[in-house]
């Protein structure tokens, strides 16, 4: 129930491409989807997140969209740069619980 | 503002021995997690504490595994003894809340451990 699945493991793209990744959730309590960033060495850091009341939130290159009927949501990256070369991970939280986090995208973006 | 801070950043040992790691969260932040994050997966809450009671320690060993957090501030995570299983990159985070929210979980750099 607590479970949320990424995908793809691993993703390549040309610089100035689009970058794209999924998740789905089953916990249908989850009431708030963070998307991370982690650099090598680093901790995870907070990118961006939306609620499920709202199908997309954008914020400059980054954007969620949020499809609450098919438990899904996914992560854009327009005009990927080689600095978004990282691990991205989605998740999902409740009120007062813990954080569930997805098992990683790691994205290479290539010069 | 100061972010979290973690000790040490690598710690090699040798299995069945302890091992500690400190945290120094965010100051007036009054949750504190400590995470688990095997090579290539997710990281994974192994307890959580609200100022310095335990809010949710159900995915913590706690065979092996302890954690305290003295004066709702500083932390530390101990194993032992330690389990191959073990070797991974402990996280500390800290928030406001009890909830990430809007400004979401800020976390330290890690503890990288080997059990060899």
């Known amino acids: 129930q607590q479970q949320v699945k990424q995908s793809p493991q691993s993703l390549i793209v040309q610089k100035g491409g689009i970058s794209i990744i999924n998740c789905a959730y089953e916990n249908t309590a989850f009431d708030y989807f963070p998307w991370y960033q982690q650099f090598p060495g680093k901790g995870p850091a907070l990118l961006i997140a939306?609620?499920?009341?709202?199908s997309e939130k954008k914020e400059g290159r980054f954007t969620i969209s949020f499809n609450k009927s098919a438990k899904q949501f996914s992560l854009h990256i327009m005009d990927s740069q080689p600095g978004d070369s990282a691990t991205y991970f989605c998740?999902?939280?409740?009120?007062?619980?813990?954080?569930?986090f997805g098992e990683g995208t790691q994205l290479t973006v290539n010069p | 503002e100061a972010g979290v801070a973690q000790s040490p950043r690598y710690k090699i040992i040798e299995k069945r021995q302890s091992v500690a790691f400190w945290c120094n969260p965010i100051s007036g932040h009054a949750t504190l997690y400590w995470y688990q994050q095997i090579l290539g997966q997710g990281p994974k809450l192994l307890i959580q504490f609200q100022n310095n009671g335990v809010v949710d320690d159900s995915q913590l060993p706690k065979d092996r595994f302890s954690a305290e957090r003295l004066k709702g501030v500083d932390s530390t995570l101990k194993i032992q003894p330690a389990k191959l299983e073990d070797s991974a990159v402990y996280l500390c985070a800290s928030s406001r809340t009890q909830t990430g929210g809007n400004y979401g979980y800020t976390f330290g750099s890690g503890t990288r451990l080997t059990v060899v």
């Open positions: 998740a999902g939280e409740t009120s007062g619980s813990r954080l569930t």
């Open positions: 939306i609620r499920p009341d709202v």
